[in-house]
């Protein structure tokens, strides 16, 4: 067996499995608060990625950029939650679920309407030289020396911004009075009301963030496949990460993020003989989440729910 050639198919399906763990995140973020599965989430990336691609095709600067496009990500949360989520909150999850599909539906013709349906070339790389990072550091070198093994450039920054991304949102989480009023919201929505803690300001301000996830995650991954509407399918990927992590756990997106990761990539690697062919890494995610279904329905960090009949 190549070890190194192992090492190095291990960490790249880590650092993979970090940028799927961002992408996650922004799932759960929403059901753990409301119970709303957001099917919206993926054409939420696909409008933050083409905002900041056409500005920067137009001449603006990558900070300034970056910043509108937050700021129009910031706003697009807190619009979708006062004006589709907070009027049907006292209807059927159901009902919640289609809003959520209408909105992704208006926002794939939005953006076509506004920006185009063309495939842009996202190349973060020619960013990377705005005064802040030496043009030459050693973790985006394609090989690393003392370990002598080769790992692709972008993988390695990408999932350095988002680990960096998962940490600040743990700390928001932990240690903000916003951050704690939202876990109190998780766990208990009429014991935080009795509280006084405000529901729709929490609600508000998670769609908030999960704007900020879906433009940081969406120019991670825009780099790997393009800023287009293939972006949606990518980001499909995060739906076996939190179903065997647990729909509604953080830490259960970060693991599963992992598990899903390193799980393709030995797939692709190893299994490609046994089935014949390659691709397995576009479906192999999806399998290891329907197996792990079977075993334990509720994810690895999630609640399992007893009803008394």
């Given amino acids: 067996m190549d070890w190194v050639y192992l090492i190095e198919v291990l960490v790249g399906g880590l650092l993979s499995g970090v940028m799927y763990s961002l992408v996650a995140i922004g799932f759960v973020l929403i059901y753990k608060s409301s119970g709303i599965f957001n099917f919206a989430q993926g054409t939420m990336l696909l409008f933050a990625s083409?905002?900041?691609?056409?500005?920067t095709e137009n001449g603006i600067g990558f900070w300034t950029a970056l910043f509108i496009a937050a700021g129009v990500m910031v706003i697009f949360g807190v619009a979708t939650e006062r004006f589709v989520i907070r009027p049907?909150?006292?209807q059927d999850l159901l009902a919640l679920f289609m809003a959520t599909v209408g909105l992704a539906t208006f926002q794939e013709g939005f953006s076509q309407f506004i920006w185009d349906s063309d495939v842009h070339g996202l190349q973060m790389n020619k960013f990377l030289d705005i005064g802040l990072l030496d043009p030459n550091p050693i973790f985006m070198s394609d090989h690393i020396p003392w370990l002598d093994i080769l790992i692709p450039q972008f993988d390695i920054f990408a999932s350095l911004v988002a680990g960096l991304m998962i940490v600040v949102l743990a700390f928001f989480f932990q240690?903000?009075?916003t951050g704690l009023s939202l876990r109190a919201v998780s766990d208990d929505h009429m014991a935080a009301m009795a509280v006084g803690i405000p529901l729709q300001t929490v609600w508000?301000?998670?769609w908030a963030v999960t704007g900020i996830i879906a433009l940081v995650s969406g120019l991670l991954w825009a780099e790997r496949v393009s800023v287009s509407f293939t972006l949606i399918e990518a980001v499909m990927k995060?739906?076996?990460?939190?179903?065997?992590?647990?729909?509604?756990?953080i830490p259960g997106a970060i693991v599963g993020g992992l598990v899903i990761g390193v799980g393709e990539k030995l797939g692709e690697i190893y299994l490609a003989d046994v089935f014949g062919g390659q691709g397995i890494e576009l479906w192999f995610a999806y399998f290891m989440a329907l197996m792990f279904l079977v075993v334990r329905p509720q994810g690895m960090f999630g609640e399992k729910l007893i009803e008394r009949v």
């Fill in 238 to 249: 995060a739906l076996p990460v939190i179903l065997i992590g647990g729909l509604t756990s």
């Fill in 204 to 206: 508000a301000v998670v």
């Fill in 50 to 55: 083409l905002t900041f691609v056409k500005m």
């Fill in 88 to 90: 049907l909150a006292n």
């Fill in 175 to 177: 240690k903000t009075k």
